[in-house]
């Protein structure tokens, strides 16, 4: 028998549960089964095409210049793979919970709860990097119609602190968003010796959000499909005013800049740059995986679900990736640092000089990331009301409002969770802390689809493709050790160099070859299905890119949760009772 922490939860256990809970005291009649195809392919949209390419974009362009489409291919076949395994147990479990869910079919109960633990930062902390970004926007907008919000109730405590200490020799220098960080500090209220700053607008939006949450998912679908038409017709028009613009302007020389050492490169700061960027880059893709969450909102999960995820992936990926050359291609990479709003900073009057296109991009922005807070705080509500079904969590949370239909306890709380972090965190620390937990997750819904049982091939739900990896994997293990080797000299010896530099990416390196050899001989053996690898792979690569604070943030959460389950889960489990 397995040790209880390792307990799993069979699939027909877990469907049985599910219709179950759905009429029991707490809630009623259950969730409303509205979603279709679209639905959920907009939804996906909905919550990939937002603060990842209106905001977060134009640092990773900074980071890796014309090079980062490289990255954006990585990501966007890593997160391809992950579909498909999100798609092969969405098809099997088609409840709420998503990857939580799935762990507690495969690893067992102890991962499940950190999955769903890691989920948190993803939906929840993630959003409150979303808020901070639509709160850029809205005052930009605002500024630009000559409304003005004081400075100290449009930034974080955090941004205007460091930006304090960092000019206090010199404030002359500030400029820009550092100056209107400066001028927060030095203008804001002080009541019993702390100075009054917080992102107004942030919390509001929030706050508005939750309450559309609230009211239910019919109204949040009509809300969120209407954004998706409108922002998708605006980054279509910026990539063909931005890319006309590049050839009539004849600005393709900018793909090939002057990199430090003089030379024109794709690459000015070679793939270490580009890689540096991946904080950015995934944050871009983070949200296709709400689209499982919404499980037992789905007409015919079985078969919608995978086809909403994987097309709105294909959809994203490629707007991405032209959406990358037009910024390069329209304005030199350099210029983007800490530009937070690049899609509306390549029309300003010093690059392409278009000012309907400014605005209209200020507008536009403002929107998507409304659609991308809705469908982020639509995620989070259900994975708590998954984990307290299974008794990891109280009853509480499973509590279903017996008008709306919605989670609304869960709900409520997930508000307080992103609203009340905005009055002391900032975007930098968000944005990186909610990439490590969605790539961890990501890593674990791949691994689960190799440990459970091969299904029977039925007609009408999503059968993910068979290949098997016992010859091929192995093999592609020792090409990319072999092109490694020869593409970058003393690859491999430089990787054992630790210094305080590198220390972070080669050691996460290390371990990720080490893995990966464990797995090819394991594949070789277990005869596993290739794809599942694939996946867990590329995004085990992708973590590599982390640096050392963002493991060990991501370790102190861990550890925050680990004390939560084994003092109320571990031992109010519903497996532990039975």
């Known amino acids: 028998m397995s040790h209880p922490l390792f307990r799993t939860k069979k699939i027909d256990k877990i469907l049985h549960d599910a219709k179950t809970m759905a009429d029991d005291h707490h809630g009623g009649a259950g969730l409303k089964r509205v979603l279709t195809m679209r639905d959920l392919t907009f939804f996906g949209i909905a919550a990939i095409i937002g603060a990842g390419s209106f905001s977060s974009l134009g640092m990773a362009v900074f980071s890796g210049g014309p090079g980062v489409v490289v990255l954006f291919i990585i990501c966007g076949i890593a997160c391809g793979f992950t579909a498909l395994c999100y798609s092969e147990f969405a098809s099997r479990i088609p409840v709420a919970g998503s990857a939580y869910t799935y762990a507690y079919a495969s690893f067992g109960e102890l991962f499940a709860w950190i999955i769903g633990w890691a989920l948190i930062m993803e939906y929840s ?59 927060a500090w030095n203008t804001a209220p002080v009541i019993a010796g702390l100075r009054i700053i917080f992102d107004l607008p942030a919390i509001i939006i929030n706050l508005l959000i939750t309450c559309l949450v609230y009211r239910g998912i019919k109204e949040s679908r009509n809300f969120s499909n209407a954004m998706v038409v409108l922002k998708l017709s605006i980054v279509l028009l910026v990539i063909m005013v931005g890319g006309y613009m590049i050839f009539h302007d004849d600005l393709t020389a900018n793909w090939h800049p002057v990199n430090s050492e003089g030379v024109h490169a794709f690459m000015p700061n070679g793939f270490s740059g580009v890689m540096a960027a991946v904080s950015g880059v995934f944050f871009a893709y983070i949200g296709f995986d709400a689209v499982s969450v919404l499980a037992e909102e789905s007409k015919n999960p079985q078969r919608d679900l995978p086809r909403g995820m994987i097309l709105s992936l294909i959809i994203c990926t490629t707007i991405y990736i032209v959406l990358a050359l037009v910024l390069t291609g329209t304005v030199v990479y350099s210029k983007f640092e800490n530009v937070g709003d690049p899609l509306a900073y390549i029309f300003e009057p010093q690059n392409l000089n278009i000012g309907w296109m400014q605005m209209l991009v200020a507008i536009c922005a403002v929107i998507a990331m409304t659609s991308v807070l809705l469908v982020f705080q639509m995620g989070q509500p259900r994975i708590w009301m998954s984990m307290s079904r299974d008794g990891l969590l109280p009853p509480v949370f499973q509590k279903i409002h017996p008008k709306y239909k919605t989670p609304s306890f869960a709900t409520i709380l997930t508000g307080v969770a992103v609203g009340a972090p905005i009055l002391f965190t900032d975007k930098d ?20 689809v190799l440990l459970i049982p091969v299904k029977e091939k039925l007609p009408g739900k999503f059968n993910m493709p068979y290949i098997n ?18 593409a970058a000299d003393n690859y491999f010896t430089q990787l054992f160099n630790i210094t305080e530099d590198n220390a972070s990416f080669n050691i996460s390196s290390i371990v990720f070859w080490c893995i990966m050899i464990v797995l090819a001989i394991v594949s070789f053996f277990k005869n596993w299905s290739l794809i599942p690898l694939l996946g867990l792979s590329t995004c085990m690569y992708l973590l590599t890119g982390m640096t050392g604070m963002n493991w060990a943030w991501f370790g102190g959460w861990l550890a925050i949760g680990l004390i939560i389950y084994f003092s109320y889960g571990y031992r109010k489990s519903r497996l532990a009772a039975a």
């Open 125 to 183: 902390i993630g959003n409150i990097y979303v808020a901070f970004s639509w709160s850029d926007y809205f005052t930009s907008f605002l500024h630009k119609i000559n409304i003005h919000i004081p400075d100290y109730l449009t930034c974080s405590y955090r941004e205007a602190h460091n930006i304090a200490i960092a000019t206090a020799n010199n404030p002359g220098q500030a400029t820009g968003s550092t100056k209107e960080l400066l001028n």
């Open 429 to 448: 620390f968000v944005l990186d802390f909610t990439s490590i937990a969605t790539l961890f997750a990501f890593v674990l819904v791949c691994g689960g």
């Open 469 to 486: 990896s016992k010859i091929l994997f192995p093999l592609i293990v020792a090409a990319a050790i072999i092109i490694a080797h020869f």
